[in-house]
């Protein structure tokens, strides 16, 4: 007998009206998004329409499958499975008029995004790049659709737009010629403060296009921020075997992750949202303080952890903070972070640690590792900073130097960086020479503090003691 497929009609749940649109269709929003979604009280009203990235395979996959999948939530000792179907119809980027189609209907409140930083299309000022061809183009196309005047649904879905800003422009364009009413957009992109930066863009694109649609934007567009959490990995074919093994259905394309989530969100939603809070989602005035503690908390512990676990053998993070070595420093850090913040941290950092110690979610440590030019300035040197200002020293935080001084060097993790041979040749082999270097690339501000530089140096000894291997370049 043939296993049956997953399909809505085998499932015996029929598609919610689509009253959301999702840009960049990927695991992390099927985990995170659909489920929040799908376990509200009220998901029967609240279907969403998602489009996938510019490769249009979740839409090969999912399409079959009536946008249905299975969530694998991968505890400690068991793993558990379920049939998510918030997502009600799925289409390929390709698809604009099926995307400007949604734009210009009044059922439409809600717009979210994971499109990454470089979906922004920020300049190293926040601003639009506008010097960017794929921006350039797209702009131009749409001055010159708005100076022909037909903004109709028919005639703008039929154009090619491959920047995210412009993509959301030309759907307010026809949104506002249709009289469709007010919308919220919500990117849920692991950037700070997402809404202002989303909003920024694409403010700058419609200023570039149509000003006049700026008084519309004040208006009908209201620009909610989030922070988001949870670990999903790659599906692989051993998920797709797990289904049907255990649940008796052919499912292409499940989505394991981790038993832990967390959504804090803030901003208006004039056209109405899907009840997240009765899900668990937290609606807060100000995400930033929840974002310093995601950032500081998990991700700072994540960089010392994928900098030096590796030196002292560990692959994983479930490997690392096993480590009692590792697994101290950790704890020493969340303390020293913890009392920089505003919001309760305690239960967060247990949280953590159980997170850390699920063998079942494989989360390199060389993957984590990649970027830390991009990582430590943001996530290390606020607590460094800061502590030195009261004339104290953050151990873990000066270990965290260290631990990536000695990555930079060529021991544990190999290099992966956006800043490539700038971060490498900030260590030439001696050892004073390569602690200044990496403390004035981290903390400009910090470079001439000789008690810190003493205090890296001592560091980077106690790490290369408990190596199991030796460095490429001795100090």
């Known amino acids: 007998m043939n296993t049956p497929t997953l399909t809505r009609a085998q499932f015996g749940r029929q598609a919610a009206p689509v009253r959301m649109v999702h840009l960049g269709l990927g695991n992390f929003t099927r985990a995170h998004q659909a489920w929040y979604t799908e376990h509200a009280s009220d998901a029967d009203q609240w279907g969403i329409a998602a489009f996938t990235g510019r490769r249009p395979l979740m839409a090969d996959l999912l399409t079959p499958q009536d946008g249905l999948f299975t969530l694998i939530t991968k505890g400690t000792t068991e793993d558990t499975f379920e049939v998510i179907s918030s997502i009600s119809r799925v289409h390929p980027a390709s698809d604009f008029a099926a995307l400007v189609g949604y734009f210009a209907t009044p059922e439409l409140a809600v717009v979210t995004s994971t499109i990454t930083e470089a979906g922004y299309h920020r300049a190293a000022d926040g601003a639009l790049d506008t010097t960017d061809a794929g921006v350039a183009a797209d702009l131009a196309r749409l001055r010159q659709m708005v100076e022909e005047g037909d903004l109709s649904t028919d005639h703008v879905g039929k154009a090619e737009f491959a920047t995210v800003p412009v993509r959301i422009l030309a759907g307010l364009l026809v949104r506002r010629a249709a009289g469709a009413g007010k919308i919220t957009i919500l990117p849920c992109d692991n950037i700070p403060d997402n809404g202002a930066a989303f909003a920024h863009v694409v403010t700058e694109a419609a200023q570039a296009v149509d000003p006049t649609l700026l008084s519309w934007m004040d208006d009908n567009v209201a620009w909610a921020t989030c922070m988001v959490d949870r670990i999903t990995p790659a599906t692989t074919d051993t998920e797709v ?123 390199l440590l060389a993957q984590i590792a990649h970027d830390g030019s991009l990582k430590l300035p943001v996530r290390i040197a606020p607590v460094l900073r800061a502590f030195r200002g009261r004339g104290e020293m953050p151990k873990s935080a000066v270990l965290a130097i260290a631990a990536w001084l000695l990555h930079l060097r060529g021991l544990g993790a190999p290099v992966h960086d956006a800043a490539g041979d700038k971060v490498t040749s900030l260590v030439v082999g001696q050892l004073p020479e390569d602690v200044a270097a990496v403390i004035g690339f981290v903390a400009p501000d910090l470079a001439g503090d000789e008690v810190l530089a003493a205090a890296v140096a001592e560091a980077v000894g106690e790490i290369q003691d408990l190596s199991i291997v030796k460095p490429n370049t001795a100090g």
């Open 241 to 363: 075997s797990d289904v049907e093994r255990e649940q008796g259905y052919c499912d292409v394309t499940p989505v394991p992750t981790e038993p832990f989530s967390e959504w804090v969100i803030s901003g208006d939603f004039p056209a109405g949202r899907p009840d997240w809070e009765s899900a668990g989602a937290q609606v807060v005035d100000d995400v930033e303080p929840y974002e310093r503690r995601k950032l500081w908390m998990l991700n700072g512990s994540h960089s010392l952890l994928a900098y030096a676990g590796p030196i002292l053998g560990c692959t994983t993070v479930s490997e690392a903070i096993a480590n009692p070595t590792l697994r101290s420093w950790v704890q020493q850090w969340w303390t020293e972070a913890g009392s920089g913040l505003s919001v309760p941290w305690e239960d967060y950092a247990a949280a953590l640690l159980e997170r850390y110690e699920n063998p079942n979610i494989r989360h």
